[in-house]
């Protein structure tokens, strides 16, 4: 039996993964850098790099059990912003190809809203 204790364990364990990871492909990557270019955002080899070092440190911090609350923040930022620039110019191909691009970014917020709202400050 999972103790509440231990499912915010494996809640941090996981959404620290995921960021981690994602900045990590970000930083090692040399694709995803003409990626941010196409997106038509201000210095988009700036934002990337701001965005990977975010991720992989939020997401250490979260791993770590030190400063989630904090630490969630900047990656509910990031999630709504990849949702508003890569998933909203979607929706012309239909509501159901824009839920399906958009899931893992929903399922991220809600985690992220959970371990927001659940932590200690």
Same mark, same amino acid.
């Given at each position: 039996?999972?103790?509440?204790?231990?499912? !915010? *364990? $494996? =809640?941090?364990?996981?959404?620290?993964?995921? /960021?981690?990871?994602? #900045?990590? !492909? *970000? $930083? =090692?990557?040399?694709?995803?850098?003409?990626? /941010?270019?196409?997106? #038509?955002?201000?210095?988009?080899?700036?934002?990337?790099?701001?965005?990977?070092?975010?991720?992989?440190?939020?997401?250490?911090?979260?791993?770590?059990?030190?400063?989630?609350?904090?630490?969630?923040?900047?990656?509910?930022?990031?999630?709504?912003?990849?949702?508003?620039?890569?998933?909203?110019?979607?929706?012309?191909?239909?509501?159901?190809?824009?839920?399906?691009?958009?899931?893992?970014?929903?399922?991220?917020?809600?985690?992220?809203?959970?371990?927001?709202?659940?932590?200690?400050?």
């Amino acid at each position: 039996m999972y103790t509440s204790i231990s499912v !915010m *364990k $494996l =809640l941090r364990y996981g959404v620290g993964y995921v /960021f981690i990871v994602s #900045g990590l !492909m *970000k $930083l =090692l990557s040399t694709d995803l850098s003409g990626y /941010f270019m196409s997106l #038509g955002i201000p210095y988009p080899r700036e934002v990337m790099y701001v965005v990977a070092i975010t991720e992989v440190l939020c997401g250490g911090l979260i791993v770590l059990d030190k400063w989630v609350k904090r630490a969630s923040i900047p990656l509910l930022i990031i999630m709504v912003g990849a949702i508003l620039l890569t998933k909203v110019p979607t929706l012309h191909t239909g509501i159901l190809q824009f839920a399906f691009d958009a899931r893992l970014d929903v399922v991220m917020i809600i985690l992220l809203f959970i371990l927001y709202n659940r932590h200690a400050k």
